[in-house]
């Protein structure tokens, strides 16, 4: 059971809580194992006196025993082992594998909810307060970086999202796939924070717009269409008055251009559009194909990658088209497929080196849903996706399992911190 413990005692191997907000702690998760002192020296930093720990998920160096306790400890151990049938080992392991997966979902839930409400607070001060709200982003900002630049690989995942909070949804799409394009591009520790706010911020002018005029529609008019590509305008007087930096404000600026000059509102190219605009413009598409104003219109996000591919390659840069696919997967969280062996699943996770094999949830008839652990097909060499399909494609038992969200949301998380290094184990 997890204790208390002063801050000055922590060791290496202990187990830990920090009972903080994700954004206050510089890790990728708030409860974990101490694997090096300067992690005790981050936690020090933080202010804490106390803190909770678990010393049965602790693994420090066992005190001296007798021999005889040692082995009463073996015996009772073998007894234990000889007590529990193979069965009941496997349905031990499963519990344990679920209550991972459950939690790593939790987890991830809870820090997009919280990145979307600090989120909310910058938007809602940049009339009154714009030079706070520059600083809230950036700080916000820092805390994704934070928590994403760390080693190892990175999972793209699907999350749940409320249809009422489409706005700050896109942002923190736009914001969280863009700043792992800047990883993959190796950008700076300048470029990034410039990344992620313009990105979180690339639609900030549209609080100056009619609400009519504020999502582009093909049946717009010629004065509504001007209506709203002046949204660009209006971000960038905004982004001026914030105080924010001039990379940031050149996505903002440069956001709905395109590498072959068909953009506006300058119909600059790609030579003349910096790295990050360049980025944010590419997801920024992505995302509105597959999280359009008017649900109907939505493209599954296996279909918004092939738009993009087929329909747009003159549109944005093509090597920076090519990587996102690549990290992305060529079925991205959230898209339903059939598998070869025609089961029918939904993507849960991708992880970039492995974008053919991401983690499904599998529409299983004799399991309830919430029971069902997710399989990680990197584990499953004979079984990969056959083909992608919509969600009316599939039948009535597979759509009301599987449930696809009408709208996707994605939020990262570390393969090495997440319940996804459990789910290599994990058979068809």
């Not at 202990?14 to 090096?36: C, E, K, N, Q, Y």
């Not at 400890?73 to 007894?79: L, M, Y």
């Not at 700080?139 to 009422?164: E, Y």
């Not at 759509?399 to 990262?412: E, G, H, K, Q, T």
């Amino acid at each position: 059971m997890p204790g208390k413990i002063d801050v000055d005692e922590l060791r290496v191997g202990m187990f830990i809580h920090l009972d903080l907000g994700w954004m206050a702690h510089p890790f990728p998760v708030g409860s974990f194992r101490i694997t090096h002192p300067q992690q005790i020296d981050k936690i020090r930093g933080l202010g804490l006196t106390q803190l909770r720990w678990s010393p049965e998920r602790s693994e420090l160096a066992p005190p001296q025993a007798p021999a005889c306790a040692t082995a009463e400890q073996t015996e009772q151990s073998a007894a234990t082992a000889i007590e529990e049938s193979p069965v009941q080992a496997a349905e031990r392991e499963r519990r344990e594998l679920l209550s991972a997966q459950r939690a790593a979902s939790t987890l991830c839930q809870r820090q997009f909810d919280e990145a979307g409400q600090a989120w909310r607070s910058a938007q809602d001060q940049v009339l009154a307060l714009p030079e706070q709200a520059c600083r809230d982003t950036e700080d916000l900002t820092r805390s994704l970086l934070d928590k994403m630049l760390v080693d190892g690989d990175m999972c793209i995942r699907l999350l749940s999202c409320a249809a009422g909070e489409s706005a700050g949804s896109h942002a923190m799409n736009v914001a969280v796939i863009s700043l792992l394009m800047g990883r993959v591009f190796g950008l700076s520790d300048a470029e990034m924070l410039d990344l992620g706010t313009g990105a979180l911020m690339h639609d900030v002018g549209k609080i100056d717009l009619h609400e009519r005029v504020r999502h582009f529609d093909e049946r717009f008019d010629k004065d509504d269409l001007a209506a709203y590509r002046d949204h660009v305008a209006h971000g960038v007087a905004h982004g001026r008055r914030m105080g924010m930096k001039p990379g940031a404000l050149l996505v903002l600026a440069q956001h709905h251009e395109n590498a072959d000059g068909s953009g506006f509102p300058l119909r600059v190219k790609t030579e003349r559009m910096s790295v990050a605009a360049r980025i944010v413009a590419l997801v920024n598409r992505y995302d509105n194909l597959c999280n359009p104003p008017v649900l109907a219109q939505a493209h599954t996000p296996h279909e918004s990658l092939s738009l993009l591919f087929a329909q747009a390659q003159s549109k944005f840069d093509a090597s920076m088209l090519n990587s996102f696919i690549r990290m992305m997967g060529v079925y991205p969280a959230g898209s339903v497929v059939q598998l070869t062996d025609d089961r029918y699943a939904l993507v849960i996770s991708v992880n970039s080196t492995r974008p053919l094999k991401p983690n499904v949830l599998v529409h299983d008839p004799k399991r309830p849903r919430d029971e069902a652990l997710h399989l990680n097909l990197i584990s499953t060499p004979d079984l990969g996706i056959r083909r992608s399909l919509k969600p009316s494609q599939l039948p009535g038992d597979a759509l009301d399992y599987l449930a696809p969200r009408p709208r996707v949301a994605y939020f990262f998380e570390s393969v090495h911190a997440g319940v996804a290094a459990h789910e290599e184990t994990v058979s068809a």
